[in-house]
């Protein structure tokens, strides 16, 4: 009975695929309000059903380099608030595409992001993903992409529609501007098309120190190793870092002093999510940056200095594309000074609550810990 229910889903499944590939090619209208829109340029030309926001087809002008889509006034949807375009590209460190917004009068067009790729560096295949403006798209006009030179070089693109969202956030020191239906989170800096500035310097927030290890882009070819110098013991840390190119099957594992601690753990995806490509094989593969992080117990760590061993384990069957890192740090916990409330006979309550206060603004990076931080940490 099983068997039997297990091959009449099978049956189900290829009718639903025959019937979504004749939506795709004929490019029929779709029905929700929150639809994306995707185009894929490679290795041919295909988009899908326009949602129900899109009035008009894409324009795709290969001798121009560009891509253009109309972008209707927000209220003609009342439910979307914003729009974000994910585009995919092969990054030959030029810089990548262009996005520009061209109004519907011609008299207030100006310029998203001046590129979209990084400087200098070839990484292969990469991702962003940008929020349009909402003092641009509420009044409608037109995106434009832009790749001089290198239109061949434009993957896909996607453009989906957002709803905002009233959110409290713990810290100070990140800004999210944008969340997925993976609850993957992106800071301000990464979706509003400037160049990514690299997080360098050390950052200490009462008794946890965030120090650099290496955050300019590094290739990982087989292993690099960090050294982490440290005047005291720590409670715990934990290890950051972004790379790309990473295949979802490989692997990055650590060892902290030559021990084996563990591989660095990666945040979910959506199969949606639109950075999810295909390569010349048919496997999927993300495209752009992806975070990742692993907790690193006390015990693993010394004072002195921590030799710190990130190493590629790759797949079986994978293409073997470059992997890169950036923004490499370890997070540090310190434990407090002890504190000691004075007898309540020798001082007023107040001087307790004071004398509170002056201990934890004064966490003890006594320690010392200045093998580690530098006299006045940068703070980005």
């Keep these: 009975m099983r068997n039997m229910k297990l091959a009449l889903l099978f049956a189900l499944s290829l009718a639903m695929g025959s019937s979504l590939v004749r939506a795709w090619d004929a490019s029929t209208v779709g029905g929700g309000t929150f639809d994306p829109f995707l185009l894929a340029l490679k290795p041919a030309v295909k988009m899908s059903p326009l949602p129900a926001w ?4 894409v324009r795709i ?3 121009a380099s560009s891509i253009e889509v109309e972008i209707p006034p927000l209220w003609r949807q009342s439910a979307v608030d914003m729009y974000a375009v994910t585009v995919i590209f092969d990054d030959s460190g030029d810089g990548g ?4 917004w061209r109004s519907q009068d011609r008299n207030h067009d ?12 070839p990484v292969g295949l990469n991702s962003r993903t940008v929020l349009l403006p909402k003092a641009l798209t509420k009044t409608g006009g037109t995106l434009v992409m832009l790749y001089k030179g290198k239109f061949d070089s434009l993957m896909s693109v996607a453009i989906r529609p957002c709803r905002e969202n009233t959110t409290a956030f713990i810290g100070a020191r990140n800004s999210p501007a944008l969340m997925d239906e993976g609850l993957q989170v992106f800071d301000d800096r ?3 098309g400037m160049n ?15 120090a650099e290890l290496s955050a300019p882009l590094e290739p990982l070819e087989d292993s690099i190793e960090f050294v982490a110098p440290l005047a005291s013991s720590v409670e715990g840390a934990m290890l950051k870092l972004e790379t790309l190119g990473l295949d979802p099957e490989a692997q990055l594992s650590v060892e902290v002093n030559k021990i084996a601690v563990g591989n660095i753990n990666f945040p979910g995806f959506e199969l949606d999510d639109p950075s999810l490509v295909s390569d010349w094989n048919g496997r999927l593969i993300l495209a752009g940056w992806r975070k990742g992080t692993l907790f690193v117990p006390a015990v693993f760590l010394a004072p002195g200095d921590n030799s710190i061993v990130i190493s590629l384990k ?16 370890i997070q540090l916990r310190f434990e407090p000074k002890l504190y000691t409330a004075p007898k309540p006979t020798d001082v007023h309550a107040d001087s307790d609550i004071e004398g509170a206060k002056k201990v934890i603004s004064e966490a003890d ?14 703070t980005e």
Excluded: A, C, W
């Excluded at 899109?54 to 087809?57: G, L, Y």
């Excluded at 997080?199 to 008794?207: M, P």
């Design 54 to 57: 899109m009035e008009s087809p």
């Design 196 to 210: 990514l500035i690299p997080l360098t310097g050390d950052l200490r927030r009462g008794t946890i120190v965030d």
């Design 110 to 121: 100006s310029t998203i992001s001046y590129g979209l790729g990084e400087v200098d560096e």
């Design 314 to 329: 790759r797949s079986e069957m994978e293409t073997g594309r470059k992997v890169f890192l950036r923004n490499s740090q």
């Design 365 to 378: 990076f006594h320690l010392p810990v200045e093998d580690i931080l530098p006299t006045d940490p940068v």
């Design 97 to 100: 595409p262009v996005l520009e």
């Design 61 to 63: 002008n290969p001798e």
């Design 190 to 192: 990464e979706v509003n």
